[in-house]
């Protein structure tokens, strides 16, 4: 099973750093896209020989389409490479493995065939219809996002999806997933036949949660479906999940598996988010926590549902 890491990073070079020393191996390869906002000469100690460092960067910002777009170049880059991964893995600059890149490797090849990304349809709890139906400027049309903003305030940026996104239904969920070869080649083939569904996704509010989520919601690979692979604890109910702690590897470390169950299903995390330059030390007893699993256990087995709440 030859897999592509996906990495999309703004800071935190030190985890990025550990993080692909994990991952390494001879049937991984990991392609980075460094936000253009943020200096590559941070990341200069991020080198390893299956690391590919995307030229083409754009600026990516919260919450907006650019996100998507510097997914989407990733995805390219992915499978133009001679490496042929048979699956792509979107992660984040503060992720860390749970396991070993052998381990994720082998979970992802008893379960050949499965598209791991979280997705429910809209409406659903946290995902309302109002995420997709209103209007809502990137950061590189000012003027135009001041007067969305405020017609939203009087309820006068709104419109129905339905109208657009004709024959299509609504799904949306979490960010990060493990898709198939054959679904990434579907979702590029879909945005190159589709150019007012990806310009329709340009003007909403988190369209990383529900571009890629409506494609394949909407496609043959919906039945393949499962939660994504990823642990967040989201049990302060704010905009952005809790950072890692000590408590967070105490909980990792205290099952031989770290399931998660919720909206969108169950299944078991190898990655976690998000983590800190200012905590490499959590890093290093990640990676005691792995050496101690994998030696001792041939097999993970299943326990209890996991700490806070995944979202």
Known sequence: MKTAYLVLAHNNPGVLKKAVGRLSSERAK?????DRKSRLADFSGVQAH????????????????????????????????????????LISGTDYPLRSS??????????RGAEFISLVKVPSPGKPLSRINTVRFPSHKPVRRFAARALAKLGMARRDYRKHLVGLDAYAG?????LSRESCHYILDFVEQNPKFVAYFES????DEAFFHTILGNSPF?????????????STQGAHPVPMAKQHVTFFASRDAVRIGDVYGEGEAVFARKFADSRLELLDKIDQMIETKESSLPEP????????RAR
Do not use: C
């Open 30 to 34: 990991i392609f980075i896209h460094i």
């Open 50 to 89: 299956n690391v590919s460092f995307l030229k083409n960067r754009v600026p990516v910002y919260w919450a907006e389409f650019s996100g998507v777009e510097a997914t989407l170049r990733l995805m390219r880059a992915a499978l133009q490479d001679n490496f042929k991964a048979e699956y792509l893995f």
């Open 102 to 111: 052998a381990y994720i490797e082998n979970l992802l090849e008893r379960n």
């Open 174 to 178: 979490n960010t990060w997933w493990a």
């Open 204 to 207: 909403v509010f988190a369209p």
């Open 222 to 234: 919906k039945p393949r479906v499962r939660r994504n692979l990823l642990y967040e604890d989201w």
């Open 301 to 308: 087995r299943t326990t209890q549902p996991v700490l806070g």
